[in-house]
């Protein structure tokens, strides 16, 4: 595709349920990136991709969060037993991985709500 | 660690004037500063990007520059426009390091 895509846009779920967060990347992108943003807060870094390379997760919250990245494109953000501090804005972003530093394309976003 | 703050939190203009943002960071070891455009309900658009060695950048009526002795970075706009209100944030790039560090953003609104 031509940008970053992610699904669904908007998630609502109730308090201790799983939910999982696609990110489709730009085609031949091999660096992935997951952020989050919470209500007045800025966007914080959770979990970074490049290549075959093992994921950089120093920035997940918790164990109750996992992301996996399949065949080097589709990335899955799961959250696990989901707590309403969880509710926030989760974007995803790519770049080509061939130079540092390097502009990152971000997809709209998913809006999670947890109840 | 780094931090990044933006201020003021919010700004209204009226059409056609030119303003600057403010964007500060704590550790002058960057690699390099963004500067980015968001939308409501839509992802983050990349406006300028300004490496460590450089002092500014410019696209169209964006003017971007950056001092990293003081830790400061600020976005110019020429001629403001209704269709530039959106929420702007910079992000720091440390060295050697691919993590964005944001602020917290400045949401710009332009008066017709």
């Known amino acids: 595709g031509a940008g970053v895509s992610q699904s669904p846009s908007n998630k609502v779920t109730e308090k201790g349920k799983d939910v999982e967060l696609r990110c489709d990347p730009i085609?031949?992108?091999?660096?992935l990136y997951w952020y989050r943003q919470s209500l007045g807060q800025g966007l914080e870094f959770l979990i970074y991709f490049q290549g075959n390379s093992a994921p950089d997760k120093s920035g997940l919250p918790s164990d109750r969060f996992s992301a996996e990245r399949t065949g080097g494109s589709v990335s899955t953000l799961t959250i696990q037993r989901t707590q309403q501090e969880d509710s926030a804005v989760y974007l995803c972003?790519?770049?080509?991985?061939?130079?540092?530093?390097?502009?990152?394309?971000f997809g709209p976003g998913t809006r999670l709500l947890v109840l | 660690k780094q931090e990044v703050t933006q201020i003021p939190a919010a700004l209204s203009v009226p059409e056609g004037e030119n303003l600057v943002l403010n964007c500060s960071f704590t550790d002058s070891a960057i690699y390099n500063l963004q500067w980015f455009r968001q939308d409501p309900g839509k992802g983050l658009t990349s406006l300028l990007l300004i490496q460590s060695s450089q002092r500014e950048q410019t696209s169209g009526r964006l003017n971007a520059s950056l001092d990293k002795s003081s830790g400061r970075s600020t976005l110019y706009i020429a001629a403001s426009q209704p269709g530039d209100s959106a929420t702007y944030l910079c992000a720091a790039t440390g060295a050697g390091s691919y993590q964005l560090t944001f602020g917290k953003g400045t949401k710009l609104s332009v008066i017709p």
């Open positions: 972003a790519s770049s080509s991985g061939t130079a540092t530093p390097e502009t990152q394309y």
């Open positions: 085609s031949g992108h091999t660096a």
